[in-house]
C-alpha cells in the first residue's frame, strides 16, 4: 500500500515528532511526512524535521491579519504537498472551520488526558497536568482524538491511563503522561495509514486485524 502523506502541525520540542518520524522509519508506520509547519520560529520540532530531511517550514502568525488567512495558508501548503493526514502534534494554535473542513476526519490530535477531563480551552501542556494535580485525580492519561470544529471534542482513536502518585509533581506527571502520548500517538497514525479507522458518529471502530 501507498504510504499516507503526512502533514504535521507543532509549536514546541516535537517529542511526539520525533517518536512518528521513528517508528516511519522503523517501517512501522506507512506514511511518509511531507511538510512539518510551525507557528513558532524556535520550535524545536523545525530542528528534528532539518536534521531528517524533511521540509518544514515556520509560518508567522503576524504576518496574516486574520486567523482565517493564517489557516488558508496552511491549507496551501499542505496541499501542494498532496498531504493525506494532517497530525497536530503539541500545535497550540485553533485551527479555523475552513481548515478543518478541508481536512475532514483526516486530523489527528494528541491531548495530555483523558477526554473528556482536563480539556477544552485553556486546557493545554503544563496546564493540564496542573489541574489534574490541583483537582487530585488518582488516573489522568493521554487521548488520541479526531479533529472536529470543537477543540478536543472530536471522536476517540485511543486513550491509555496513567496512575496519579502522591509523590507525583508537574515534571514527573508531564514525563509519564508524554511516554503514553508517544504510544498512543504512534498507534493511531499507524492504524489510520493501515486504513483501519472508520468513524461512526462519535465513536471510531478500530479493525485490530
Ligand atoms: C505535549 O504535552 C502534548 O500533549 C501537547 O503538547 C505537548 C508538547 O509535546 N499537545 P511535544 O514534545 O512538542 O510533542
Known amino acids: 500500500m501507498e504510504p499516507t502523506r503526512i502533514g504535521v502541525l507543532i509549536s514546541g520540542g516535537g517529542t511526539n515528532l520525533q517518536a512518528i518520524m521513528d517508528n516511519i522509519k522503523d517501517g512501522n508506520i506507512n506514511g511518509k511526512i511531507e511538510l512539518i509547519i510551525s507557528n513558532k520560529e524556535n520550535a524545536y520540532g523545525l530542528v528534528r524535521g532539518r536534521k531528517a530531511n524533511i521540509d518544514t517550514l515556520y509560518l508567522d502568525r503576524k504576518q496574516f491579519k486574520r486567523e482565517e488567512e493564517y489557516n488558508l495558508e496552511l491549507v496551501k501548503n499542505f496541499k501542494e504537498k498532496n498531504v493525506q493526514l494532517i497530525i497536530l502534534a503539541g500545535y497550540l494554535r485553533v485551527l479555523s472551520k475552513d481548515f478543518i473542513q478541508e481536512f475532514s476526519g483526516r486530523i489527528i490530535n494528541i491531548h495530555p488526558s483523558l477526554i473528556p477531563s482536563f480539556c477544552g480551552k485553556g486546557f493545554y501542556g503544563e496546564r493540564v497536568h496542573k489541574a489534574v494535580l490541583d483537582y487530585g485525580v488518582k488516573i489522568t492519561g493521554a487521548t ?8 478536543d471534542t472530536g471522536p476517540i482513536i485511543l486513550q491509555e491511563a496513567v496512575k496519579v502518585e502522591d509523590r ?24 489510520y495509514c493501515e486504513n483501519r479507522l472508520s468513524i461512526e458518529g462519535r465513536k471510531v471502530i478500530i479493525k485490530w486485524e
Open 144 to 151: 488520541v482524538h479526531f479533529v472536529d470544529e470543537g477543540t
Open 168 to 191: 507525583d509533581n508537574l515534571d514527573t506527571l508531564k514525563e509519564k503522561v508524554l511516554e503514553v502520548e508517544h504510544k498512543i500517538l504512534v498507534q493511531a497514525v499507524k492504524l
